[in-house]
């Protein structure tokens, strides 16, 4: 049991550093992924909302990090 | 052209991933070697490149019967996750708000804890399964690596060829110097990483989502070259914040 438990760390630990980044990032994929299936946005359009949407979560989460670290 | 622009990104990605992960193995491995014995290192090696190898034979042809659009959206999201990580880490390291990896500081550590343990079999117990355990997780994201960036486009052999030519170089290098490697710019390499691992993610999942992305397997350069002037972008930021904290209160800026 705790070697799987180890083992189970171990690979979330190769996905997930930030859960709030990860989970974001699972959102905006998923929300792009809908609105091309409902025919809402052209594809490419979507694509585009999915390259903007990685970099806003990551600008998010470097910025959630920083705040935390301010004096 | 596109069928050079993936197989170059591919080896590329796939070269300087399994370099970074290999570095970190070989420092593991080269500090139970020197304070333990060779013999308990490569027992461990062996075992776990042995046990990486059946991983490899086990889910490599599973792969195959699985439909690519499937494939490309589960690996674009899974190359997501592992790509913004290292993104993330390298940014904040290149800005110094987290401390840069030394390889030197890891094989200390490393050293020290097995020195503590220096006599009897269960001392060589541990320090095989210290070895064992670095290769094997370090092996396990390079298998990862591999797969993710060859397989949804069939690279795997070349994914697998970066990957083995990283191994040698690391070997190379690593029996001439015979201590850690700490002089290669390991954030670098991990943000070069981290940028085209992420790259890959956008094009695929995009892909398996039916996106027409214009240049076709050239929009991963464009990709590229939006999240390298972005991480630039944010590095610059960062550090020009952390002056300004340093210069109204040197005493909390000096912790950051």
Same mark, same amino acid.
């Given at each position: 049991?705790?070697?799987?438990?180890?083992?189970?760390?171990?690979?979330?630990?190769?996905?997930?550093?930030?859960?709030?980044?990860?989970?974001?990032?699972?959102?905006?994929?998923?929300?792009?992924?809908?609105?091309?299936?409902?025919?809402?946005?052209?594809?490419?359009?979507?694509?585009?909302?999915?390259?903007?949407?990685?970099?806003?979560?990551?600008?998010?989460?470097?910025?959630?990090?920083?705040?935390?670290?301010?004096? | 052209?596109?069928?050079?622009?993936?197989?170059?990104?591919?080896?590329?990605?796939?070269?300087?991933?399994?370099?970074?992960?290999?570095?970190?193995?070989?420092?593991?491995?080269?500090?139970?070697?020197?304070?333990?014995?060779?013999?308990?290192?490569?027992?461990?090696?062996?075992?776990?490149?042995?046990?990486?190898?059946?991983?490899?034979?086990?889910?490599?042809?599973? %792969?195959?019967?699985? &439909?690519?659009?499937? +494939?490309?959206?589960? *690996? $674009?999201? =899974? !190359?997501?996750? /592992?790509?913004?990580? @290292?993104?993330?880490?390298?940014?904040?390291?290149?800005?110094?708000?987290?401390?840069?990896?030394?390889?030197?500081?890891?094989?200390?550590?490393?050293?020290?804890?097995?020195?503590?343990?220096?006599?009897?079999?269960?001392?060589?117990?541990?320090?095989?399964?210290?070895?064992?355990?670095?290769?094997?997780?370090?092996?396990?994201?390079?298998?990862?690596?591999?797969?993710?960036?060859?397989?949804?486009?069939?690279?795997?052999?070349?994914?697998?060829?970066?990957?083995?030519?990283?191994?040698?170089?690391?070997?190379?290098?690593?029996?001439?110097?015979?201590?850690? %490697?700490?002089?290669? &710019?390991?954030?670098? +390499?991990?943000?070069? *990483? $981290?940028? =085209? !691992?992420?790259? /890959?993610?956008?094009? @695929?999942?995009?892909?398996?989502?039916?996106?027409?992305?214009?240049?076709?397997?050239?929009?991963?350069?464009?990709?590229?070259?939006?999240?390298?002037?972005?991480?630039?972008?944010?590095?610059?930021?960062?550090?020009?914040?952390?002056?300004?904290?340093?210069?109204?209160?040197?005493?909390?800026?000096?912790?950051?």
């Amino acid at each position: 049991m705790t070697v799987l438990r180890i083992l189970w760390n171990e690979m979330r630990g190769l996905f997930v550093d930030d859960g709030a980044l990860a989970l974001l990032m699972l959102g905006v994929i998923a929300l792009v992924a809908g609105v091309i299936t409902l025919a809402l946005l052209p594809p490419l359009l979507g694509g585009l909302v999915l390259v903007v949407g990685y970099l806003l979560v990551l600008a998010e989460s470097l910025y959630r990090f920083t705040r935390h670290r301010r004096p | 052209m596109e069928h050079v622009t993936t197989v170059s990104s591919t080896l590329l990605a796939s070269f300087l991933a399994s370099f970074v992960e290999i570095v970190e193995a070989f420092t593991i491995v080269l500090a139970v070697g020197l304070t333990q014995n060779w013999r308990s290192a490569w027992i461990g090696t062996g075992l776990a490149l042995v046990l990486l190898v059946a991983l490899v034979l086990i889910f490599g042809p599973l %792969l195959q019967v699985v &439909p690519i659009a499937i +494939l490309q959206g589960i *690996v $674009g999201i =899974l !190359l997501g996750l /592992f790509g913004m990580r @290292w993104l993330r880490k390298a940014i904040l390291r290149a800005s110094g708000y987290i401390p840069l990896h030394d390889e030197n500081l890891a094989f200390r550590a490393e050293a020290e804890h097995l020195r503590n343990q220096r006599n009897g079999s269960r001392a060589k117990y541990l320090a095989m399964l210290s070895a064992f355990k670095a290769v094997m997780l370090e092996g396990i994201e390079v298998v990862f690596i591999v797969i993710a960036v060859g397989s949804p486009h069939g690279l795997t052999l070349y994914a697998s060829f970066g990957a083995l030519l990283a191994f040698g170089v690391v070997m190379f290098i690593g029996l001439v110097v015979h201590r850690p %490697l700490s002089r290669i &710019p390991e954030n670098s +390499l991990k943000l070069v *990483v $981290g940028v =085209l !691992l992420t790259s /890959f993610s956008l094009f @695929w999942i995009g892909e398996a989502l039916g996106v027409d992305w214009p240049g076709a397997d050239a929009a991963i350069l464009g990709f590229v070259v939006v999240l390298a002037g972005f991480a630039a972008l944010a590095i610059r930021a960062l550090k020009s914040h952390r002056e300004v904290i340093r210069m109204t209160d040197p005493v909390k800026g000096q912790t950051l």
